[in-house]
């Protein structure tokens, strides 16, 4: 039986490495998901297993872009090496509102707002804010066009963004990326900077829920463990192909398709858990 649930595992991985980079929200098919694929582990252990395999997905962001975030290489001049000394101020200086309001709101918000109706309503009006701000800004030239032009006043304009994000069925990349384009940034800088401010985020999120795990005196199993391990050498993998795909997707389309797949599924989740109530 422990097979069914290393595979039932592999799938959360597969579905986190997915929805965690693209703008759909990875809570909201979590909650879907979770209907229909239950591990077989305590409450307390699985909600911090949702959160922790972000970090397999967190660790295909430097290995793709390790060119472009490490900041010693002696290969490089000193010049280029200042130029990405930078780019980390920007992102912690981005990852800021999100990190305070998180540690202080995060209790409250899972009480409160981790709920299907938080969650669809989330997917539906940003899936109609992808779409509106794409059609606005159809034809339109950007103010920036890389990531190392973005301002630290553009990366804390998105990093208010991200705060957003803290409202399950939003998405933290869907959150961000939305908040570049509506601050002039491209749709490829605001994608990049968008998984370069993920590192310290989830990095942060993924830590402090284990610390709660442990500091309430929750214990895992060794399967457990191996489940959790399983679930995030996966994210990691369809991470590395998902960041890359998205990349490369933002050079020829908009995200308009991002759009109508959030409120699609936002409708589904909205039926599915109203019928579910009056059966």
């Known amino acids: 039986m422990f097979i ?11 579905v986190e490495g997915i929805t965690e980079w693209l703008p759909i929200s990875s809570t909201g098919h979590m909650i879907l998901l979770d209907e229909f694929l239950h591990l077989d582990v305590s409450a307390e252990f699985l909600e911090m297993f949702l959160v922790v395999i972000q970090l397999g997905a967190i660790c295909a962001v ?17 010049e280029v090496n200042r ?11 981005g990852a800021i509102p999100a990190a305070v309001l998180g540690l202080l709101l995060d209790d409250l918000l899972d009480e409160h707002l981790y709920n299907y109706i938080v969650v669809a309503i989330a997917l539906i009006v940003y899936g109609i804010a992808f779409i509106f701000v794409e059609k606005n800004k159809a034809e339109k030239k950007y ?3 890389m990531v190392e032009d973005i301002t630290y006043t553009d990366a804390l ?3 208010a963004f991200q705060v957003l994000s803290l409202v399950p069925g939003t998405s933290r990349s869907g959150s961000t990326i939305l908040g570049g384009m509506i601050s002039g940034v491209s749709r490829k800088a605001s994608a990049e900077f968008s998984f370069f401010m993920a590192i310290p985020i989830m990095l942060g999120a993924s830590g402090l829920k284990v610390l709660k795990f442990l500091l309430e005196g929750f214990t895992a199993s060794g399967d457990e463990i191996a489940l ?44 599915y858990f109203l019928i579910k109530s009056f059966v």
């Open 83 to 93: 130029a990405i000394w930078n780019i980390w101020g920007k992102v912690l200086v």
């Open 157 to 159: 304009k998105i990093g």
């Open 62 to 78: 430097p290995v793709l872009f390790w060119d472009r975030l490490w900041p010693l290489s002696r290969k490089k001049s000193a």
């Open 143 to 145: 103010r920036i066009e």
């Open 4 to 14: 069914i649930e290393i595979l039932k595992a592999i799938i959360l991985g597969i």
């Open 228 to 271: 959790l391990l399983v679930g995030i050498v996966v994210s990691f993998l369809v991470s590395f192909f998902v960041i890359r795909f998205l990349m490369d997707f933002v050079k020829r389309h908009d995200f308009k398709i991002f759009g109508y797949y959030r409120i699609t599924l936002g409708l589904i989740v909205l039926v």
